[in-house]
Every structure is written in structure tokens, then in C-alpha cells.
């Protein structure tokens, strides 16, 4: 095994730290910050203080989990990330579990969840009134064009993920410098809507680290470019550094800009839709929808990305012994795909759809969504990977406190808090979805261990 980042010959190394910057950004920043601003608000009663030091923390929790996560990457040329590290420094079936968990739980729950937010805010330009279940049947018709095109044609899918990566802050720029100029009066909530005042939650502020959780998601996609990043020792760091910072900056701007804009209470009463008003608001209804499409390509961006990687690590499991399957292993000779791993993650995507709609119809999760049950479950899978730099310290491996004791601590902590604010926000859920998450867990072990038990 190469666990030496010095090793690496410097012709592989093609990438340079603003790529690195930039692939932070462009795979954090999306559709979370959209929809769930008004939940981080809501969570903190409507204080919006309280929503800055929210935000706040989480980019301080990813700045220390990342920078953690960074002494791995300089340390092995393995691709796969978290699976890839598992592999290395724990054994097979433990990257096994951890890649089932995200090819098959993580990935599709954020994808479908993203999708059917990119449907209800193309359905409020096309039909506001429109049902529940009409949301579902479009974001049904999403998921089949993402796939199709997925499969169909890799330039296509590539210019769209191209195109949304360059125009999804567009909107949060604008948000962010109206917020600061903006002197109109309080706009009148709707008159079909229940009005929702600030209040007093106490410690309940906590929960909103969940939904805070879901914005920051996708930080550690750089750990997968370590090995062809130049100067990685110097630079690696510092993305990890000015990536969050550049993305604390842009939320906390966009979210105190668009409660300058609206207030409070309005954002509190229209939840995900207070976007529409507040661009409505700023250039009227045409143009204000002009901008609402593209935060719909900047949503569908994102699910575009999600399954993208989701549809290739099926197959590279299979090529890796980790799943017994020759049809998932197998490459279409026209479109360089596993035609079968392209259908199988389609029928969990719209298996973890069908689970969306009774979750959230019924409110199950109330005031949230699958979405944030499996973000908090992945960032559980980081603390096994955050306790091998830890060891590493004591072997001797890492010489600096910082990162080899500070930084997995603090890291650690914020998993915690996120953790505690999952049971703050709802305990009974939070009891349940952590029972189902360990049962998966388990049963991704198992199967794990009997692939292993076959294998000559």
C-alpha cells in the first residue's frame, strides 16, 4: 500500500488550489441553502442570530472535519474516498459497508430528495396550487431525464453539471447584495397561508444543525482529486480553509439578506417558497422567475451530480469484488456505463421516492425530511475515519498536535452536536431512523463478511 504523499510523481499532479476551492464550492453549494433556510430559521424561533451562529458552527465543524480528512489524502494515492480510506487503513469489509451505505441509502435518499425540490419549485412557477402527488409524478420525470441523459450522452450531462456549477450562486449573489440595500417595507403573507410568529425554543436552536448539516453536505468530494493535486501539502490544507470560508461568507449573506428582504415571520409562514417572493419582490414576477428557473437548474444540478457518481459505484464495487455481480461489473462498449448499475440505482432512487412520500405526506419527520436522517448517518461514518488520524498521531505518522489531536477532536464534537441536534429536533424519529440505520448497518456487514468468506 502507498501511504506516502511524497511518493507521488509529480506528473499526475494536475490540479491546482483554486480547482480545489472550486470543487468545494460547486459540489456544497446547490440546493440545500434554497429549501432549508427557513428550516434553520424555524429552529431558532425565528432569531436570527441565532441562525448566524448556526451557520457559523457548521463551518467550523466541516473546517475541522475536512482538514482532518486531509492527512489521508496526503498520506495515500487511493481514489473512492472514505471507502478508499477504509479499505486501506481498516479492511475490505469495512469499505464494503461503507460503500453499500452510500451506493444504496445516502446518495439515492439525497438525490431523490433534491429532485422533488427542484419539482416544487418548478411546479410554483407552473402551477402553484398544484398537489403533493403531482410534485412526485414530476420529480418521477426528473429522475428519468437525469438518467437518460446520464446514460445516453456523458457530454450532455457533463455541460449541465458544467452549466448549474456556474450559475448556482447567481441567485445568492443577488439575495446577498439586495439583502444589504434593501429598505421596502415587510411584505403581507398570503392570505392562504396559516401565519407563523418568532418565538422561544431554548436549547431546541440545536436541531437546526441537522438541516445545517444537509446545506454543508458534499465537503470532502476533494479528498477523491488528493492525489493530482499540486503542491497537495500546502494546498490541500488551504481548501479545506477558504473553501468553508468562502461558502460561510455567501450563506450567511444570503440567509441574513433574504430575512432583511421578507422578515421573519413571512419566511417563517411560506417556508421554501420565501425565495419566489423575495425575487418577485426585487425584479417583479417576470424577471424574479427568470431567476427561479435557475435555481431549478442549480437543484437539478445537483441531483444530476448525485447521480453521476451514484450510477458508477455499483459497478466499481462489482469491479472490485466488493458485490458478486458479473452484470453490474459489465460496461455497455457504446456508452462506457453498467447499463444494469444505471437501472438498479433508478429502482432505489424511486424506492427511496415511494418512502419520501409517505414520510413526508404523514409528517413522520416533522419539520424535516429523509434527507437530513441519512446526512447525519454519513457524517457518523466519518468518526471511525476521523479516529485514524488520531492513531496515526500516536504511531507517529503525524508529527503536528493540531492535526493529528485538535483537529479529529473538534471534528468528532461536531458530529456530536449534529447528532444531538438530530434527537432535539425529534427524539421518537430520531430513535427510529437510528434503529433502521443500525439494522442497514448490520445488514451491510453481513453481507459484506459472506462476500469475503467467498472469495478464493
Given at each position: 500500500m502507498d501511504v506516502e504523499g511524497e511518493g507521488l510523481e509529480e506528473k499526475n499532479k494536475t490540479y491546482g488550489l483554486l480547482t480545489a476551492i472550486a470543487m468545494i464550492v460547486g459540489t456544497v453549494v446547490g440546493s440545500g441553502i434554497y429549501f432549508k433556510a427557513d428550516d434553520i430559521l424555524s429552529f431558532t424561533g425565528g432569531n436570527v442570530t441565532l441562525g448566524v451562529l448556526v451557520i457559523l458552527l457548521g463551518a467550523v465543524n466541516i473546517v475541522f472535519g475536512s482538514l482532518t480528512l486531509a492527512q489521508l489524502a496526503l498520506r495515500t494515492t487511493t481514489s473512492g474516498g472514505l471507502?478508499?480510506?477504509?479499505?486501506?487503513?481498516?479492511?475490505?469489509?469495512?469499505?464494503?459497508?461503507?460503500?453499500?451505505?452510500?451506493?444504496?441509502?445516502?446518495?439515492?435518499?439525497?438525490?431523490?430528495?433534491?429532485?422533488?425540490?427542484?419539482?416544487?419549485?418548478?411546479?410554483?412557477?407552473?402551477?402553484?396550487?398544484?398537489s403533493f402527488e403531482v410534485e412526485i409524478i414530476l420529480t418521477i420525470v426528473y429522475l428519468f431525464?437525469?438518467?437518460?441523459?446520464?446514460?445516453?450522452?456523458?457530454?450532455?450531462?457533463?455541460?449541465?453539471?458544467?452549466?448549474?456549477?456556474?450559475?448556482?450562486?447567481?441567485?445568492?449573489?443577488?439575495?446577498?447584495?439586495?439583502?444589504?440595500i434593501w429598505h421596502q417595507p415587510i411584505p403581507a403573507i398570503p392570505s392562504n397561508l396559516p401565519i407563523v410568529e418568532p418565538r422561544d425554543v431554548g436549547f431546541g436552536w440545536l436541531a437546526a444543525l441537522v438541516p445545517l448539516a444537509f446545506t454543508f453536505d458534499g465537503w470532502n468530494v476533494v479528498t477523491n482529486i488528493a492525489p493530482e493535486l499540486k503542491n497537495a501539502k500546502r494546498n490541500l490544507p488551504l481548501a479545506y480553509i477558504l473553501g468553508p470560508i468562502f461558502i460561510l461568507v455567501l450563506y450567511v449573506s444570503y440567509f441574513v439578506g433574504l430575512n432583511n428582504i421578507l422578515g421573519e415571520t413571512f419566511i417563517l409562514s411560506t417556508g421554501n417558497h420565501s425565495v419566489n417572493f423575495a425575487f418577485n419582490m426585487i425584479f417583479g414576477r417576470a424577471l424574479g422567475n427568470v431567476l427561479i428557473i435557475i435555481v431549478i437548474i442549480s437543484v437539478l444540478g445537483v441531483a444530476n451530480g448525485m447521480f453521476l457518481a451514484n450510477i458508477r459505484l455499483p459497478q466499481a464495487m462489482a469491479?472490485?469484488?466488493?458485490?458478486?455481480?458479473?452484470?453490474?461489473?459489465?460496461?455497455?462498449?457504446?456508452?462506457?456505463l453498467s447499463t444494469h448499475s444505471t437501472l438498479f440505482v433508478m429502482v432505489i432512487n424511486l424506492l427511496w421516492l415511494v418512502i419520501h412520500y409517505f414520510v413526508f405526506k404523514y409528517q413522520w419527520l416533522p419539520n424535516s425530511d429523509i434527507s437530513e436522517s441519512a446526512v447525519v448517518f454519513n457524517n457518523l461514518c466519518l468518526l471511525p475515519i476521523y479516529y485514524l488520524v488520531f492513531q496515526l498521531y500516536k504511531k507517529g505518522q503525524i508529527k503536528n498536535k493540531f492535526f493529528g489531536i485538535i483537529a479529529p477532536l473538534f471534528a468528532t464534537l461536531g458530529i456530536l452536536v449534529i447528532v444531538l441536534g438530530n434527537f432535539i429536533l425529534n427524539?421518537?424519529?430520531?430513535?427510529?431512523?437510528?434503529?433502521?440505520g443500525i439494522l442497514f448497518i448490520l445488514l451491510f456487514w453481513s453481507y459484506a463478511k459472506r462476500q469475503q468468506s467467498y472469495q478464493p
Open positions: 471507502a478508499g480510506y477504509a479499505e486501506i487503513y481498516y479492511n475490505q469489509t469495512f469499505a464494503t459497508v461503507i460503500g453499500l451505505f452510500q451506493s444504496f441509502i445516502y446518495i439515492p435518499v439525497i438525490t431523490t430528495v433534491v429532485t422533488w425540490v427542484a419539482s416544487s419549485y418548478t411546479l410554483s412557477l407552473l402551477k402553484p396550487d398544484a431525464i437525469i438518467a437518460i441523459m446520464n446514460y445516453y450522452s456523458k457530454q450532455l450531462a457533463g455541460f449541465f453539471q458544467s452549466l448549474s456549477t456556474f450559475i448556482k450562486v447567481i441567485p445568492l449573489i443577488i439575495i446577498m447584495i439586495m439583502g444589504l469491479e472490485k469484488g466488493w458485490l458478486k455481480s458479473e452484470s453490474l461489473k459489465k460496461l455497455h462498449p457504446q456508452h462506457q427524539f421518537k424519529a430520531a430513535l427510529i431512523t437510528s434503529i433502521v
